[in-house]
T-cell receptor, first 114, second 113 residues
């Protein structure tokens, strides 16, 4: 059963702590993405990766970091430098890093920082 | 960068009626326009897309129209069913190589049985 998994579904952290969100895909896709979704706003791109060991900043990368050591995995770390970390985070993947290839999304992780 | 505006933010229709969601974009270089459906507790899923060399595309009860001159595109859902209830997002490709997707703010569609 191919797809994208994100864990956990809900995550709670205290302010000042770093937290890592998991994203795994078994679709054999080269490209992976992280988006942030806030109420009343569209999805905003945080980071993307075209291939293993490569990643690029999106529109709102400040306060976030990523790694791409394996094709299947693209974890996102929300650091204490992110001023408003509470949000719904979506991971996606596509065959290649070209907009016309369909992006497949995971179910998301809702992060709450207090 | 690209700016995508989407209206309305909420839409309620009676089952069997049609629903229309409209989006405008700012970057005339954008050339790919997908629509995503997000059901409660799930990630968005592509339902239809259109490229800039096409004015209209249909897939069963769903259609998308594109007016490049006016820089707007619309999603049309006919014969709505309760399972069509979800949040719908439009997007436009822009940026380097037109590889970034810029999303609208979403429309919550409710189909009343």
């Amino acid at each position: 059963d191919g797809g994208i998994t994100q864990s956990p579904k809900y995550l709670f952290r205290k302010e000042g702590q770093n937290v890592t969100l998991s994203c795994e895909q078994n679709l054999n896709h080269d490209a992976m993405y992280w988006y942030r979704q806030d109420p009343g706003q569209g999805l905003r791109l945080i980071y993307y990766s075209q291939i293993v060991n490569d990643f690029q900043k999106g529109d709102i990368a400040e306060g976030y970091s990523v790694s791409r050591e394996k094709k299947e995995s693209f974890p996102l770390t929300v650091t204490s430098a992110q001023k408003n970390p509470t949000a719904f985070y979506l991971c996606a993947s596509s065959i290649q890093r070209t907009a016309t290839y369909e992006q497949y999304f995971g179910p998301g992780t809702r992060l709450t920082v207090t | 960068g690209e700016n995508v505006e989407q209206h309305p933010s909420t839409l309620s229709v009676q089952e069997g009626d049609s629903a229309v969601i409209k989006c405008t974009y700012s970057d005339s270089a954008s050339n790919y326009f997908p629509w995503y459906k997000q059901e409660l507790g799930k990630g968005p899923q592509l339902i239809i897309d259109i490229r800039s060399n096409v004015g209209e595309k249909k897939d069963q009860r769903i259609a998308v129209t594109l007016n490049k001159t006016a820089k707007h595109f619309s999603l049309h859902i006919t014969e709505t069913q309760p399972e069509d209830s979800a949040v719908y997002f439009c997007a436009a490709s822009s940026g380097a190589g037109a590889n970034n997707l810029f999303f609208g703010t979403g429309t919550r569609l409710t189909v009343i049985p």
